[in-house]
């Protein structure tokens, strides 16, 4: 049976104490790092944006329609303009006066119509330029929203790293003050993924949590004080202090 002195035992419970800190440390880093909040606002985001691509299409439609709409009524224009420049100067028959003049007729009306839509198309221009304004004030709120949520999510993890780099390094200092045959024996219980060490309290492992069986606190009771012994449940380091009633 490996031995130690009962006070390098009891110390081992400092060691244990850090890497239950280290472990809870580690365990708020991962939560810290899943932040609902920020999950949230990232939704919000994305659907900002989706709808700043759907409303900047319709802008970009839209603006295309007027531009269209526009070049046809100056091609109208241009037109009527031409046939009247025919008419002042009177170059044609009297019939081609008369048909120039009907064909300006129906080129006014016409450019109403154009001109009419265009107004329509000026019209819903505005609209969805204000929907577009709308969208692009959202999207930046929500970007902000975002950016701040990062920014607290990213401040509490630096934070929790820098304490478990504390108390890592606090706890490394510290396991190289034992002898090799004691930390040895505490982190190969600790590798199986259990407790490396804890107190015999009253005849309960507080590795466990359960009561000895009275079999076993003989055992424990009859070993020398240096024996280094173990949790037959969890298979920690038991440390016993008569101050305990172990």
Known sequence: ??????????????VAQL???????????TEASKDSDLDAAVAQHAESAAALTEVSARLSAATQGLKESELAVEKVVAHINKDQDRI??????ASDMMALSHEIETLTVRRNELEDHELELMGELEEIQAEHDAASA???????????????RDASVATLTRELAATEN???DLAATFDEVLIGAYERVRSRGGIGAARLFHG????????LAAGDLAEIRAAAADDIVYCPDSGAILVRNSEWGS
Request: glycine share 4%; no cysteine.
């Open 88 to 93: 002042d100067r009177n170059a044609g028959s």
């Open 204 to 211: 309960t492992s507080e590795a466990s949590g359960i009561a």
């Open 1 to 14: 049976m490996a031995k130690a002195a009962p006070a390098e035992q009891l110390r081992l419970l400092d």
């Open 138 to 152: 959202f999207l930046a709120t929500h970007a902000e929203e975002v950016a701040n949520h990062t920014a607290r």
């Open 170 to 172: 606090t706890r490394k």
């Open 19 to 29: 890497d239950s800190q280290i472990t809870k440390l580690k365990r708020s880093i």
